[in-house]
């Protein structure tokens, strides 16, 4: 497969952003990896796996420059994430989510998509009972929906 995205940025890193993590390297559907977790526990958990080449604290300093932003975090948190980062979103990106809800996610999200940014709510139907960064494998999309 060839490279889709020059940089990914996932805004959550536990059990779906580890999984999407490993998937695009998997299928090399990125130059660049990057990720955002508000634990630094988790964030140097990202960096020692290599699930990621960068990591930062700041959701915006993630999406600079980022072809695609997938919020990987619990719904009520993507309202927060998609404010802080909205102004740094690039022109032509794609914004995402991974929430099991979509009216919660339009509503909250929506007002901080700037123009031009091509928001597109997600919903994968898949997962397991584990949590976490070092939970994640590239197959949980395998044979699976994405609403």
Known sequence: MSVMFEKIALLGLGLIGSSIAHGVRAN???RHIVG???SAETRKVALDIGLVDKVFESP???VKDA???ILCA???ACGVLAEAVGPYLKQGAILTDVGSV???IVRDCGPHVPQ???FIPGHPIAGTEQSGPRSGFAE???GRWCI
Do not use: E, I, N, Q
């Open 60 to 62: 915006a300093d993630a």
């Open 102 to 104: 979509k009216g919660a």
């Open 74 to 76: 619990p719904v009520g």
């Open 140 to 142: 949980l999309f395998h």
């Open 67 to 69: 072809d695609l932003v």
């Open 28 to 30: 090399g559907t990125a």
């Open 116 to 118: 031009g940014v091509h």
């Open 36 to 38: 955002h977790a508000k």
